[in-house]
Every structure is written in C-alpha cells, then in structure tokens.
C-alpha cells in the first residue's frame, strides 16, 4: 500500500536523551513535512523539505535536527536542547511543496 | 507567515444537523487543505480547495481566494462527523510553507 509510514507510534525517552522519530514515504513525493501538535493546539511547522539533500527550518526548529539523505526519508532527532519535546509529532509529504499533503499517523513522544 | 482563523472554535450539534465552518486567511493562499483529526489523531484529507466549490457526499467546501476565507459545509451530520476540523493554508514566498488553523472540535450528539 501506498502512503506514510511513521514509527514508532508511542515513545517514552529520559529528560537529556536524543531520539530519532522515523518517516518513510512510497509515494514518491518530493516535498516533505515535520509538524509537533500539542494538547487542544493546531500543528506547527518544524522542519520542512522540498527535495531531496535540502530543508528549511519552519516556525519552531529549535531543538530539532532532519536529514534528507534519501527521497524516501526524512528522520527528525529530538535533541536535548528542545526544552518541552513530549508531544504528538505528524510526518506529511506532498508532490511538490504547494501541493496536497498527506500525514502519516504520528508518533506520540513522553518525556520523563 | 500567514495567520489562520477558524471559527466557531467548538461546536456541539445534534445529530442531523447541518453546519458551516469557517476559515480566514490574513494573506490570499495559493494552496488550502481542509482536515478531520479522528480520536486517534490521525489527519484525514478532506478538500485540496485553493478556490471553487467541491463535493464529497455530505460533505462540501467552497474557498474564495480574493475574499481570504474557505468555508467547509457538513450536512445531516453523524456522530462520526466529530472530532476537530483543520483548515490549513500555504503562500508562495521562495519555500512554499503551510500554516495551520487552530481547529473546530465538533462533537454530534445522538
């Protein structure tokens, strides 16, 4: 099946520690998409791709790192530095950016 | 970036009531998406309406681009029409960036 694959679904982590939330898409989108959606809140952007070897910071990128190695990936690291990372992480990719995006179905990180 | 609207913030109908959810942008949008979160969180597409008027069974959305504003109708609604309805909207300046509204949660009651 085509789509967006995002793992793992829950993540527990200890305050101090990096950690890498996967997304993999088999659409063959271009344009690839980090969003962090707190409790009652809308999504804000993190981090965003428009091909491969390339990506921008969005609105809240601090304490966040990406790579885009590959068409197919676009990992984001939680790094120490983010000083409030427990929430609900949304991966999207569209053909092009401006185009329509797809989310994958997220990836819930506790930080103890 | 762009400041998105959308109203009413919560809404509660009875079941098979019609509604209409609104959506402003404070700049003309060259891409508008409209998303149903389910309990789980997952993002449901619903419309990809930079402008114009489209269907989908009980559900439509019309967008008018030079007004800023995009509305999204639901009809006869269910109690699987809840949840928080996202409009989301994008410029064109050099990186095309999307910014999301803060959502309507809508709760159907039988």
């Known amino acids: 099946d085509g789509g967006i694959t995002q793992s793992p679904k829950y993540l527990f982590r200890k305050e101090g520690q990096n950690v890498t939330l996967s997304c993999e898409q088999n659409?063959?989108?271009?344009?690839m998409y980090w969003y962090r959606q707190d409790p009652g809140q809308g999504l804000r952007l993190i981090y965003y791709s428009q091909i491969v070897n390339d990506f921008q910071k969005g609105d809240i990128a601090e304490g966040y790192s990406v790579s885009r190695e590959k068409k197919e990936s676009f990992p984001l690291t939680v790094t120490s530095a983010q000083k409030n990372p427990t929430a609900f992480y949304l991966c999207?990719?569209?053909?092009?950016?401006?185009?329509?995006?797809?989310f994958g179905q997220g990836t819930r990180l506790t930080v103890v | 970036g762009i400041q998105v609207e959308q109203s009413p913030p919560d809404l509660i109908l009875q079941e098979g009531a019609n509604s209409t959810l609104r959506c402003n942008f404070s700049d003309s949008v060259n891409n508008l998406q409209w998303f149903h979160q389910n309990p789980w969180g997952q993002l449901i597409n619903l419309f990809y309406i930079p402008s114009g008027t489209k269907q989908n069974g009980r559900l439509s959305a019309t967008t008018v681009a030079t007004e800023r504003y995009s509305l999204l109708y639901i009809s006869s609604s269910q109690t699987t029409d809840s949840g928080v309805y996202f409009c989301a909207g994008g410029v064109r300046r050099g990186y095309q960036k999307v910014t999301f509204g803060t959502g309507t949660k809508l709760q159907v009651i039988p």
């Open positions: 659409l063959n989108h271009d344009a």
């Open positions: 999207a990719s569209s053909t092009r950016a401006g185009t329509e995006a797809f």
